[in-house]
């Protein structure tokens, strides 16, 4: 451990003043998928058989092969970058099958990681602050209002946001064996903001005066007919899930990782919802006098209460590290994992893909009803991962996989061909006990993640599909001072990550969402076991998704540290 010249550890004092950067830091930043764990290493290696301070999520049990102290803060920015084209429609709302104008659409990229370990051999001490892939949708266009509306009276758009607080342990169990544990504590905010097509509900008569069927000039997706929705809200009560972790080291250079994450324990699996509704008239149409119910303008409108649920899903993860090449200046981590978004085998998350929305306090112009679910279209994501690391230059002297200098290697490395060990050479040019080299590392990495969405269910909101990533970066180790007492380094990673991900065209055939549904719901006098009854349960009776979207994901990355014994 190390310390300050008075003979006491700076550990401590280090660790509290990284904490303490993210009570600023963390909820100011906000992708990937919502709620998966991308980048959160900056385009460092990263994953269940890593020894990084990331281990407090990817796998508690590799906290034990990190020494002594050390603390990470990594921080993300970018763009999202949409393109979609939507087909135009008929009268009654069908897809006509002609792709419309295209729309170019982009986002902000924001988040963070910051967290720190400290080892009590044989155990270790994680506590971190990270989000989990945040996702902003504020762009959107006027043909796409139905998918995301965007209302400055409201700051509407479409938030995902998931923030976890954490705490871990590892124990070394045996030399080549370590189990770990982290507890999360979950932090969800969430809103929504679309337009309904009260024409699709039917006639006034049947709906108590509620909706556009009065007008006998209207047609599909008339912006007179149109019935704005705007949500946001906040996890309102406690929860927890929990990580286990195990770490095989198969020799000094190969370790082996196996991590499972569980839902939250509290609730069944759900995280509790609450917030405020807005249910308002579209100021452009109030403006122009097309509307012809009561409900008023967003820009005056009071909210009522609405409550949701949300449910996290659990997670599988294997990964493998090792060391390779000449003086092991090759790092290399294969990761695979599972994200079960529905509940066992992997399957189209057919029951779990709406999310219900409970009001309170509705205007009684209002055509949405009181439990109104919100349909997704979620799916199992599975990914592959691969992260290298190749340091340059002479290097210092090989290291084992607990971190610390490896005497065996040292001699084989700086011996003679005929294999006689030879006294180990020293790190690099020293100044009054200052080492005065930079380390510098390439880092790179790829991979390939399974769609978050069915391919109907695509949206300009909920637009993951197969996605194709690529990373490529450094890692600077900055001059430190030699002394023994002081052995400490600071380290700094700028990265870029880019995310394909490939062209998803949703034909009028498969489109999950359908208006013909609620128009054969409305005209069998809404009966639950009629036609369409099914799509309108699952909220899937709205007007058509079908066209095209292409996502681009441009992400920047930076990321600092310091480790008492280098990583």
């Not at 762009?139 to 965007?150: F, I, V």
């Not at 809200?233 to 990580?243: E, H, I, K, M, P």
């Not at 066992?344 to 109104?372: D, H, I, N």
């Not at 769609?451 to 909101?461: L, S």
Request: net charge neutral; aromatic share 8%.
């Amino acid at each position: 451990m190390a310390l300050r010249r008075d003979g006491r550890s700076r550990a401590p004092w280090a660790l509290a003043s990284a904490l303490g950067l993210a009570g600023w830091m963390i909820p100011a930043l906000a992708g990937a998928t919502p709620g998966r764990a991308a980048r959160l290493g900056g385009v460092q290696a990263q994953g269940p058989a890593t020894r990084s301070v990331t281990a407090i999520h990817h796998n508690p049990a590799m906290l034990g092969a990190i020494r002594g102290f050390a603390f990470e803060v990594n921080l993300r920015g970018g763009l999202d970058h949409r393109v979609a084209q939507r087909e135009g429609i008929d009268a009654s709302g069908s897809p006509n099958g002609q792709l419309g104008g295209r729309a170019n659409l982009v986002d902000p990229v924001i988040g963070g990681f910051i967290g720190g370990s400290f080892m009590l051999d044989p155990v270790a001490i994680g506590i971190g602050i990270y989000d989990l892939s945040n996702r902003y949708r504020w762009d959107t266009e006027d043909p796409y209002r139905y998918q995301l509306a965007d209302d400055p009276d409201l700051r509407g758009g479409s938030l995902d946001l998931h923030h976890d607080f954490s705490l871990a342990v590892a124990w070394n169990a045996a030399r080549r064996f370590r189990i770990g544990g982290a507890v999360h504590f979950p932090v969800l905010h969430q809103s929504a903001s679309r337009d309904d097509d009260t024409f699709l509900t039917g006639s006034p008569d049947q709906m108590n005066g509620v909706g556009c069927g009065n007008l006998t000039d209207a047609e599909a997706e008339d912006p007179r007919c149109a019935e704005r929705i705007f949500v946001r809200t906040t996890s309102s009560r406690f929860n927890l899930n929990a990580t286990i972790g195990v770490a095989v080291a198969i020799n000094d250079d190969w370790t082996l990782g196996l991590r499972f994450r569980t839902r939250p324990w509290i609730g069944r699996g759900r995280v509790q919802m609450e917030g405020r509704a807005f249910i308002c008239l579209p100021d452009e149409a109030a403006d122009a006098e097309l509307y012809p119910t009561a409900l008023p303008r967003c820009s005056e409108s009071p909210s009522g209460s609405v409550a949701a649920e949300v449910i996290l899903p659990r997670e599988v993860a294997f990964g493998v590290s090792g060391r390779v090449g000449q003086q092991r200046r090759w790092q290399l981590d294969l990761n695979a994992f599972w994200i079960d978004r529905c509940d066992g085998l992997p399957s189209k998350c057919t029951a779990r893909s709406a999310r219900q929305l409970s009001f309170v306090g509705l205007p009684q112009e209002a055509a949405v009803l009181p439990e109104t679910p919100h349909y997704r279209g979620y799916s199992d994501i599975f990914g592959l991962e691969l992260w290298g690391r190749y340091r340059l230059g002479r290097g210092g002297p090989p290291r084992n996989e607990g971190g610390a200098p490896d005497s065996s290697r040292v001699a084989r490395a700086e011996g003679s061909n005929t294999g006689s060990a030879q006294p180990a050479q020293p790190e690099g040019p020293r100044d009054g006990g200052f080492d005065r080299r930079i380390q510098t590392s390439l880092l790179f990495g790829a991979g390939v993640t399974s769609p978050g969405v069915q391919r109907g269910a695509v949206t300009v909101v909920e637009s993951e599909r197969w996605q194709l990533s690529a990373n490529l970066g450094a890692r600077i180790r900055l001059p430190r001072r030699a002394k023994a007492r002081a052995r400490g380094a600071w380290y700094l990673a700028p990265g870029y990550g880019l995310d394909l991900g490939l062209p998803t065209r949703v034909t009028g055939d498969v489109a999950a969402y359908d208006p013909a549904a609620a128009l054969e719901f409305a005209d069998s006098g809404r009966d639950i076991n009629g036609p369409g009854a099914d799509a309108v349960l699952a909220g899937r009776a709205r007007p058509t998704n079908a066209g095209s979207v292409q996502q681009t994901v441009h992400t920047f990355t930076f990321g600092f540290g310091w480790s008492e014994i280098g990583l």
